[in-house]
């Protein structure tokens, strides 16, 4: 999965907590299933280990923005922690 290429092997992902690359596939297989969404960078600053962007998801009904703040590792994410506006439960 060329996705998961960006994470470190113990990367965790809060949103709801994902803890490294094995429960991160699973859980990135599981919400992409059948599901075509685009996801466009609004901004995004990085200074050093962290990184942060708000980027819009757009889907077939569905429209909504989320921040993701991110620390890195070298050229790989090692934590992300991801803010949705109101109920952006994709659908």
């Known amino acids: ?3 998961m290429a960006g994470f470190t092997e113990d990367a965790w992902w809060v949103t709801s907590v ?6 991160l596939t ?3 297989a599981a919400a992409m299933a059948g599901l075509p969404p685009t996801l466009m ?3 995004l600053l990085a ?4 990184a942060a962007c708000q980027l819009t998801v757009a889907g077939k009904e569905q429209t909504f ?3 993701g703040f991110y620390r890195l590792r070298g ?3 090692e934590s992300a922690r991801i803010y ?3 109920n952006a439960e994709i659908s």
Do not use: K
Not at 18 to 23: A, Q, S, Y
Not at 47 to 50: E, F, I, K, L, P
């Open 47 to 50: 200074a050093g280990d962290r």
């Open 75 to 77: 050229d790989r994410i």
């Open 41 to 43: 960078i609004q901004d």
């Open 84 to 86: 949705r506006e109101g």
């Open 1 to 3: 999965m060329p996705l």
């Open 18 to 23: 994902v803890r490294g690359r094995g429960e």
């Open 26 to 28: 699973e859980f990135f």
């Open 65 to 67: 923005s989320i921040a």
